[in-house]
């Protein structure tokens, strides 16, 4: 059983890792050609090219892993069938339920890494990478937030007109106190930093308007600090930065702020995110619909497997799409949108089987 088990697992990851690596390779060429223009005419060094390229990978890899294992489990299964070596390993004692098993162990061992590969890598990669190609196409940076206000518990309301990701910085900033709906005092200055070292911001080229009942004093500070304003600055840039490329935790501040503030957008980005955790389950769910296939066709095994597998797989995704949409508009809940695909597909996949045992 140990060698079976073996053959069967080093040969389906072989087969994957190939074809994950050509897709991998043909979805970066594409990218690459998109670009040559702005290559050829904009004098892009062949060192940061590469680190672009190389960047774009871990984004494609979990892009066609779902797919690559389907493929691979398929042919694998199909290859038994048509090469009649099923036969010795069913007469040997081995049932089919032994001799997929595992297959469902790989595909949640690949799941769960995928998962950890994707927090891990492909979202600091895909930061990178959109930095990356701010730099050498000019491209506008989906990092920088615009119009940004953010509140704390302390009474400090602040607005400011640009976060910028590359320096760290706000510009314009108007930082408001007040205590049980009075205004104490006004902040304005042309930038603010974050000062790691001490945990608060630091406003540059300030004007301070201070209010004492109906007076007010105003005073210029070249720099002005304000100790209990500590916000850090990924809070700033997750205004207008995709929940998809966000960090797990600052994703989860986001968006119970916006439970209290805004349900409509709350229950969009809700979505996204629910989606991105459960992107990963696409491994399982295919390789499962995989499995549970039937292979007894008479001729071209390879041929109609592989178009049974990809059928139920254009299935799945079109499943996903469409409560992923239902889910933006409030339709379903964030959660559904994630397992509702997942459990249509599994038993559309299981009744297709039973129907093809019995013909």
């Known amino acids: ?29 594409v990218e690459l050609f998109s670009k040559m223009d702005q290559i050829m005419h904009g004098g892009v060094e062949i060192p940061s090219l590469i680190e672009y390229i190389i960047l774009s990978l871990p984004e494609y890899l979990m892009m066609v892993a779902s797919i690559s294992f389907l493929f691979a489990v398929t042919y694998f299964l199909s290859t038994l069938t048509a090469n009649n070596e099923m036969i010795p390993i069913l007469n040997a004692g081995v049932s089919p339920a032994r001799l997929r098993l595992p297959i469902i162990m790989l595909a949640i061992v690949l799941t769960i890494l995928g998962s950890v590969f994707q927090e891990h890598t492909v979202i600091a990669a895909a930061n990178r990478h959109d930095e990356l190609e701010t730099e050498l196409f000019g491209a506008s940076s989906t990092r920088d937030s615009r119009n940004i206000v953010l509140t704390d518990e302390d009474g400090f309301l602040i607005y400011t007109q640009r976060f910028s990701e590359a320096t760290g910085e706000i510009y314009n900033p108007i930082l408001v106190k007040s205590a049980d709906g009075v205004i104490e005092s006004r902040v304005e200055a042309d930038r603010a930093r974050y000062d790691s070292d001490k945990g608060w911001w630091v406003f540059e080229g300030a004007r301070v308007y201070t209010v004492s009942g109906r007076d007010v004093k105003t005073e210029y500070r070249g720099e002005y600090e304000e100790p209990l304003f500590d916000p850090e600055p990924r809070l700033f840039r997750s205004q207008n930065t995709s929940i998809e490329t966000m960090d797990r935790e600052t994703a989860k501040e986001y968006l119970e702020r916006l439970w209290s503030s805004d349900r409509t957008t709350w229950q969009e980005k809700a979505t996204d995110y629910y989606r ?28 109609f497997s592989v178009i049974q597998s990809l059928s139920i797989a254009v299935i799945y995704y079109v499943a996903d799409m469409v409560f992923s949409i239902m889910g933006h508009q409030g339709a379903v809940t964030p959660m559904m ?17 039973l129907l093809g045992r019995k013909i």
């Open 276 to 303: 991105r955790l459960g992107s990963p389950l696409a491994i399982l769910v295919l390789m499962f619909i995989s499995v549970s296939m039937n292979y007894n066709f008479k001729k071209n095994v390879l041929l």
């Open 1 to 29: 059983m140990k060698i079976l088990t073996r053959y069967t697992l080093s040969s389906i990851i072989r087969i994957a890792v190939v074809t994950i690596l050509i897709f991998a390779a043909i979805l970066a060429a």
């Open 337 to 353: 949108t994630v397992v509702a695909p997942l459990v249509l597909t599994c038993l559309l996949s299981l009744v297709i089987s």
